[in-house]
């Protein structure tokens, strides 16, 4: 094959490549998307937040996706023990998407890839990127394998790195770090929901809170498949003993909401298990490159915030690639990685809350206060750059100060 050159080259076709991808194609960019995998296929992260649908809207592939048919989502709740947290998407604090989907991430790539290549994109399967090389004006070689194990160059100006799990950028460039969030590990799997109850219950996300770090999901999909797994502490994870499905199914004992439902039932693929999922890196961007998604930050999937920082850091890097394809100058450092770290640290902030149990007494402390509610649901929605919301704006106090005013609350009750 020979040499292609292009203004940006795209690594990876997920929902942060497919996005950035539709938006320099609609600004009449030179573009080449590469995906090491062939679609269908799949990945983890099938819970989507009402933020990413801004972003399908935006870039003109919200349609599509509509058009398919994927269960929607219209907030979340969590069980600890008899009580029930159920957050409405539609009594938030921030205005924007009441709902989103829960997707088979199998068919959701496939749908926004293909949508791509039918628009004219250049997009290819079966692409393993195995060098880069960059200039000190920020142009790069990228040395790449098809299918067939043919290796050809892509030059380009920039490149935006949405490898997700891949991480070839931060792997090529010795860009990762550890992760601040607490290690933990999840064990998953689908199976065909056959006991699945009538009605709202079987299509709501459900997180089943066994402890402070221990928790089970429950995503019901369109097709009558549901996503199931557990999220805990790495040792708690490997404490089980046998092979994953072993595994998995001594596990959902722990589950006394779930338990009857999905005993006895056959995984349809053998479970997958996550060790210290938690990811992070040096920088966000260089110079000719930008990272995205899961292939700069992964937090934790108990907010479900993959797949909306995906589609978020996505749209901003291809605005600031065009700009610069155009003749315009712009600040990496404060409109890229300062505009995403204050959402990803708003997050951060609640799943370090989450296991120091400090958000877990906010969610399940009665009677609830609405308006703090309100203001969590947006949180939850996505809407993680609204400063007018006070869960925002302090994020990493706020929280924790209203735990130790309940807790002390609690204790005096119980004094009195």
């Known amino acids: 094959m020979n040499d292609i050159h292009v203004d940006v080259l795209i690594i990876g076709a997920g929902p942060s490549g497919c ?3 539709s938006h320099l194609h609609n600004q009449g960019k030179k573009i080449k998307v590469v995906e090491k995998n062939t679609f269908p296929r799949f990945v983890i992260g099938e819970s989507l937040l009402p933020r990413c649908m801004d972003h399908f809207e935006e870039v003109g ?3 599509v996706l509509k058009d398919f048919g994927f269960e929607k989502k219209y907030g979340a709740r969590f069980l600890s023990g008899d009580i029930v947290c159920n957050f409405d998407f539609s009594k938030k604090h921030t205005k924007g998407w009441d709902w989103t989907w829960q997707v088979t991430r199998a068919d959701f790539d496939n749908v926004l890839a293909t949508e791509l290549i039918r628009r004219g994109v250049d997009l290819s399967f079966g692409q393993e990127v195995v060098d880069v090389v960059f200039d000190d004006d920020g142009t790069s070689v990228t040395s790449i394998k098809d299918d067939n194990g043919a290796l050809y160059k892509v030059h380009a100006k920039h490149i935006i790195d949405s490898s997700g799990y891949g991480r ?10 550890a992760s601040n969030i607490p290690e933990h590990s999840s064990i998953f799997a689908h199976v065909k929901d056959v006991k699945r109850p009538e009605g709202v219950e079987g299509t709501l ?7 402070t770090d221990t928790w ?12 199931i797994g557990f999220v805990g502490k790495t040792e708690f994870i490997e404490s089980f003993k046998g092979d ?7 596990m959902l004992k722990h589950s006394s909401y779930y338990y009857e439902r ?3 039932l056959d995984f349809k693929f053998p479970p997958i298990c996550i060790k210290n999922y938690s990811k992070s890196v040096k920088q966000l961007y260089g110079k000719g490159y930008a990272l995205t998604g899961n292939s700069a930050e992964f937090l934790d999937p108990v907010f479900s915030s993959g797949v909306t920082f995906a589609t978020e850091s996505a749209l901003m890097a291809s605005k600031l690639i065009t700009k610069e394809l155009n003749g315009e100058v712009v600040d990496w450092e404060e409109e890229y990685t300062g505009y995403i770290m204050k959402g990803v640290n708003v997050f951060a902030s609640y799943v370090k809350e989450w296991y120091t149990g400090n958000l877990q007494t906010l969610f ?20 993680v750059w609204d400063e007018t919301n006070p869960f925002v704006k302090k994020h990493d106090k706020l929280v924790k100060n209203l735990a130790y005013l309940i807790k002390m609350e609690v204790q005096q009750k119980a004094n009195s």
């Open 364 to 383: 399940f402390h009665r009677p609830e206060n609405p308006e703090i509610k309100r203001q969590i649901c947006a949180v939850l929605a996505g809407y």
């Open 168 to 177: 070839v950028l931060p792997r090529l460039l010795g860009l990762d770090k």
């Open 19 to 21: 996005v950035a991808a």
């Open 61 to 63: 592939l919200l349609d």
């Open 205 to 211: 996300i459900t997180f089943d809170v066994l402890d």
């Open 262 to 264: 999905f005993k006895g």
């Open 244 to 250: 994953t499905s072993e595994r998995l199914k001594a």
């Open 216 to 227: 089970f999901w429950v995503i019901p999909f369109s097709n009558g498949d549901t996503s």
